[in-house]
């Protein structure tokens, strides 16, 4: 059955319940589509036989009348997920032939809910950029290219395999997770949306750890809707994880239905401060002018502490990276290179199991932690970090939401950026300060910059207050209109 | 603060990672560039700021004090790249 792949998930869900084609033929259709997609290097392992053996499972209970929400939806997890039996690698060289005998709290909850499982998508080794060109098993590519240029373009980190498999069709939807930016620029780079929750709604249980009070596991999907029928199977308390939030979780398709009107959008002045392009800005300005239109006010507001939210998080992320990795030692699973004595084995497979991003960091966090410079570094971060999370606050007292642009570019080509580190940081400027806030904040695919590439708008809401991100989304994705299609796409024909 | 080639010798011990000596003028030079950049933070009046460990409000939760878990010996030793008699093995670290 041709055209499957290009339905939305809830179109999907609509069919399969309709029964106008079974879970295993949209399997069928998404594996097929996942081959056709390789050139993209998108996924780090593809699992066809336990996505047909899900989907079998499936159409038995689609037959009994007992569907489950996403019973049949051929989903895509990023190599930082742990999965039970299948082999977990987040891209780096140091966890070689790491099988978990467990599976990650927010995977489990997909396949409860029925969801079938394709693959594991390529990353950023250890999610530590924002261009996937630091994973061991190669850069991801783009499924966009500009329009007369056939130079490969990045999708954006370090979701890149999820973003780009999920923009080319080759899955339905897919799981993020979200640092510094990495579900939601990846998101803006290939045209879809990106959703990174609150912190705690979503369990951080057996997701490979980077940085553990900036880590979120959140959805990818083609539409604000879809994204929002994913967050729901994600999202909720889990004992597991003792920084999970112990709260309800909202029916956030149904909050869809609500629209924006009479919402206050905050648009925060100091973002313009870093030195936008014009398209961008314009983007941003017709973003404020849609919601708008739709009934909702924008109203501009100040984020002062804008400036120090990189380098804050340049200090935070890499400390807690130098705590979280050094588990990785050649002694409890992956990469060993041996030594004589354990001292050697440690320096020397920890040397050749990390690539030069995540070296980098691990020594950055190292120094910010060590003896004599933690107060000047690590302490004064999080004291920033406090006064960051405040201007949040006091806008929130203001406003319901704000808008931004969700990077400072579009997609770039694969080798950019590589040999300057810190221009390659800046990629994450408009995303990273809901990192270290824990706001949930969203990207929707917005326009196409004069590249011919897409740009992505963000709305970043209050704590747990994914509800209100997901109406404005939708409001900038009915707006917005964006039918655009990239270059390659995976679908039959 | 710029870093030299001790002070990355020092930390790339303390991160038990070797580092060959022929990278160390570099990598001192990319290191020194990052912090030099976050030292920026230094401008900003911190005083009777409160760090910030983690965004999430809740306190700890308890739970009964169970078993709740075990009996998986080998399904944790079964990624590790040696072991003997049912422990993870090392170099020798006693004489």
């Avoid at chain 1, 999970?244 to 009479?262: F, I, K, M, Q, W």
């Avoid at chain 1, 990469?335 to 980098?360: K, N, S, W």
């Avoid at chain 1, 995303?431 to 963000?458: D, R, Y």
Wanted: glycine share 10%; with cysteine.
């Amino acid at each position: 059955m041709s055209g499957l792949t290009g339905l939305s998930l809830g179109e999907a869900r609509a069919g399969l319940a309709a029964r106008r084609f079974s879970a295993r033929e949209l399997t069928e259709a998404y594996i097929a589509a996942m081959v056709r997609a390789r050139a993209l290097n998108a996924f780090i392992t593809e699992t066809p036989e336990r996505a047909l053996a899900m989907a079998a499972a499936s159409d038995a209970r689609l037959a009994r009348g007992e569907a489950l929400p996403l019973d049949g939806i051929p989903l895509a997890v990023k190599d930082l997920f742990c999965t039970n039996g299948v082999l977990t690698t987040a891209a780096s060289h140091i966890l070689d032939g790491f099988t978990p005998p467990y599976e990650s709290t927010v995977t489990e909850k997909l396949w409860a809910a029925g969801a079938v499982m394709l693959g594991k998508t390529n990353l950023d080794e250890f999610a530590m950029g924002s261009s996937n060109t630091t994973s061991h098993y190669g850069p991801v590519e783009n499924p966009w290219r500009r329009p007369g240029d056939n130079r490969p373009l990045v999708p954006g980190g370090s979701s890149g395999g999820s973003a780009a498999a999920v923009a080319a069709h080759a899955a339905l939807g897919a799981t993020g997770t979200d640092t510094g930016g990495s579900i939601r620029q990846p998101a803006s780079f290939c045209g879809v949306v990106g959703l990174k929750p609150t912190y705690g709604r979503c369990s951080r249980w057996g997701v490979v750890a980077y940085a553990s009070s900036l880590d979120h596991p959140g959805p990818i999907a083609r539409t604000v809707s879809d994204a929002a029928i994913l967050l729901q199977a994600m999202a909720g308390h889990d004992w597991k994880d003792s920084t999970s939030a112990p709260l309800p979780v909202p029916d956030y398709e149904a909050a869809l239905a609500e629209g924006v009107h009479g919402l206050k959008i905050g648009i925060p002045r100091e973002y313009r401060a870093a030195a936008m392009p014009a398209e961008i800005e314009a983007l941003w300005q017709q973003g404020a002018a849609w919601l708008r239109a739709a009934g909702a006010e924008p109203v501009e507001i100040s984020l002062p502490m804008t400036k120090y939210t990189l380098p804050a998080y340049y200090i935070i992320a890499p400390a807690e990276a130098s705590s979280n990795l050094a588990r990785y030692d050649g002694v409890k699973f992956g990469l060993r290179i041996d030594g004589d004595t354990l001292e050697d084995m440690y320096e020397l497979t920890r040397a050749a199991g990390f690539g030069a991003e995540v070296r980098r960091r691990v020594l950055i966090g190292t120094y910010v932690l060590s003896a004599g410079y933690y107060d000047a570094y690590y302490l004064k971060a999080q004291k920033v970090r406090h006064l960051i999370a405040r201007d949040f606050a006091a806008a929130f007292a203001q406003v319901d939401c704000l808008l931004t642009p969700t990077a400072p570019s579009a997609a770039f080509a694969i080798g950019d950026h590589t040999d300057d580190p810190i221009a390659m940081y800046l990629n994450d400027v408009f995303t990273i300060p809901a990192n270290l806030a824990g706001l949930p904040a969203m990207s929707v695919p917005a326009g196409l910059g004069a590249e011919g590439l897409p740009l992505g708008l963000q709305v970043i809401g209050r704590a747990f207050d994914e509800a209100t991100v997901l109406r404005v989304g939708r409001a900038l994705e009915c707006a917005a209109q964006f039918g655009h299609r990239p270059t390659f796409l995976a679908d039959e024909g | 603060m710029a870093l030299d080639r001790d002070a990355v010798v020092h930390i790339a011990s303390l991160a038990r990672i070797r580092v060959a000596d022929s990278e160390l003028a570099a990598l001192a030079a990319e290191l020194t560039d990052i912090i030099e950049w976050v030292e920026q933070l230094a401008e900003v009046d911190t005083d009777g700021v409160a760090p910030m460990t983690s965004v999430a409000a809740t306190r700890l939760s308890m739970r009964e004090d169970a078993v709740t878990d075990g009996d998986c010996r080998d399904a944790i030793l079964g990624n590790a790249p040696r072991t003997a008699k049912g422990f993870f093995a090392v170099p020798k670290v006693i004489e």
